[in-house]
């Protein structure tokens, strides 16, 4: 039974997340239902990440086991044509050993938020990119986030739904940087707590608006009580950009 590891681009905006429910249309549904029509078996797509509803991916990962071996590039054609018209691609698929899992194999996760500073409305970006019309101070909102790096109890910035056993993370990178109307959001890690990084950049708007200041933000960390967080950023400009590992 070969073990493929698929590599994952999708449009989150018409899923309710990645995680497969019995009445709403998700990823991991979507996958699964593609992979039956192909081997007509019943299987189970494993993720790297659980993206919520309404967020992108554009190196997602996943693994699945099939009975019947396929080579690589076949199996990927074959599930990207039973996918459409979902807004789903499978970029890659490779067979992999068995002690692959996608989810606990994976040593670092990457994930990109896109702000578009500016008082128009969205267009083309509209549902894939938050819009704050109020002028951002990106090297404020840098250089505040540099405070989150390294090892926290994150509990104010983690939903209050969240399933993890600690809330202990280690926070290796969160860069804010400026490009014309967008700020871009770049952060790493072994793992994130559940709305982890939408909470660290609901938070940091309010820096780059100055509501707060950077020791505004520490207080907020230390805090590690939930009502001491900034807005929650939405979905929309959220993406998972590669797995490592």
């Known amino acids: 039974m070969p073990r493929y590891k698929l590599t994952i681009e999708y449009d989150g905006t018409p899923f309710s997340g990645w995680q497969i429910q019995d009445t709403a249309p998700t990823v991991q549904g979507a996958l699964e239902a593609a992979v039956k029509a192909i081997c007509g078996e019943d299987v189970r797509v494993h993720g790297a990440g659980r993206t919520d509803a309404g967020v992108h991916a554009r190196g997602q990962v996943a693994h699945v086991d099939v009975d019947k071996p396929f080579p690589p590039g076949r199996f990927r054609d074959g599930l ?13 698929a490779e067979i992999v050993p068995d002690d692959f899992e996608a989810r606990f194999s994976a040593v670092r996760r990457h994930y990109r938020y896109r702000i578009v500073n500016t008082r128009a409305n969205l267009a083309l970006d509209a549902g894939h990119a938050w819009r704050v019309p109020r002028r951002l101070d990106a090297d404020a909102m840098h250089a505040a986030a540099q405070r989150l790096l390294g090892k926290h109890d994150f509990t104010t910035f983690r939903d209050t739904e969240c399933q993890a056993k600690s809330p202990e993370k280690t926070l290796d990178q969160l860069d804010v940087l400026r ?7 770049v952060t790493s890690a072994r793992s994130f707590l559940h709305s982890q990084v939408r909470s660290m950049v609901g938070s940091l708007v309010w820096v780059g608006e100055g509501r707060w200041t950077a020791d505004d933000l520490s207080s907020a960390l230390a805090a590690r009580n939930r009502a001491a967080c900034g807005p929650v950023a939405p979905p929309d400009g959220l993406y998972l950009m590669r797995v490592d590992y």
């Open 80 to 92: 990207n044509a039973h996918l459409r018209p979902h807004p789903i691609a499978v970029l890659e």
């Open 179 to 185: 490009d014309g109307r967008e700020i871009i959001i």
